[in-house]
């Protein structure tokens, strides 16, 4: 038997870095970590306990080209507030798919980084 203990990290592939990090460190603020001196490119960021790593792929044969489409892979970071997230969001000018009210459960919003990744934003109601 595996004993889950929590997950660990995402692995997000990025065309350009540079763009990728103004992104997720100047845009979205999130907490830059050391990485450890791979072969490749990447930047690693702390999201709560968990991470997010970002790894440059120039030839972007995994990566998205469509909207958001919300049965497509991405990743969701919990919040403290949904009305907070989405009045921060609107002052980046960043366009967002929102659901206040979704059947799922939590209110939630959708938007994508400069590589079309599916990032959620999730809320609990009437926050």
């Known amino acids: ?8 990290h995402v692995s997000l592939a990025v065309r350009d870095l540079k763009r990728a990090k103004v992104f ?5 603020k999130f907490p830059e ?3 450890p001196p791979f072969n490749s490119k990447g930047v690693w960021y702390a999201v709560g306990d968990q991470q ?3 790894l440059e792929h120039p030839e972007g044969d995994t990566l998205r080209d469509r909207g958001i489409d919300t049965t497509d892979g991405h990743f969701s970071i919990w919040v ?3 009305s907070e997230t989405k009045a921060y969001l609107d002052q980046t000018g960043i366009s967002y798919e929102a659901r206040a009210d979704s059947v ?3 209110a939630q919003i959708f938007l994508l980084d ?4 599916i990032i959620e ?3 609990p109601y009437g926050s």
Do not use: C, K, T
């Open 1 to 8: 038997m595996i004993r889950f203990q929590g997950l660990h």
């Open 52 to 54: 997010l790593h970002l």
């Open 33 to 35: 970590l050391p990485r």
């Open 104 to 106: 799922a459960g939590f």
């Open 114 to 117: 400069p590589d079309r990744n």
């Open 24 to 28: 997720y460190s100047e845009v979205l």
């Open 121 to 123: 934003f999730a809320a």
């Open 80 to 82: 403290a507030s949904f």
